[in-house]
């Protein structure tokens, strides 16, 4: 079981900036797909930003250019800043790590807390 603890959201005006960061239990931390995922009340959870350790980052539509995923995988953290936020970007931000087994084919999935984020003036 790997737990995932994220931090950093608050309340910011548009325009402003946040930074989220998750941080892992597990010692293969390098070996997880990490991303970012939100959720408003009454929606499905939609993915932000999405990082491997082999493979560009993905981004939604709607935070390209403004968000930017990273990691560091000695300090087993995920961080997603936030940029030019908007009211829109108001939401519960959820840390999700995930990579998929051979023997036997399965995928190990696991989530954090969330986080809240809110903008607005």
């Known amino acids: 079981q790997v737990q995932l603890v994220e931090s950093g959201g608050g309340l910011v005006q548009p325009g402003g900036s946040l930074r989220l960061s998750c941080t892992g239990s597990t010692d293969i931390f390098g070996l997880y797909t990490m991303a970012w995922y939100r959720q408003t009340p009454g929606d499905q959870r939609e993915l932000v930003a999405e990082?491997?350790?082999?493979?560009?980052?993905i981004y939604a539509e709607s935070v390209k250019g403004r968000f930017t995923i990273t990691r560091e995988n000695l300090k087993k953290t995920v961080y997603l800043q936030m940029d030019n936020l908007k009211p829109e970007d108001t939401a519960v931000y959820y840390c999700f790590a995930h990579r998929s087994l051979i023997l036997p084919p399965r995928k190990e999935t696991f989530w954090g807390q969330g986080t809240q984020v809110t903008v607005s003036s």
């Open positions: 990082l491997s350790t082999i493979s560009p980052p």
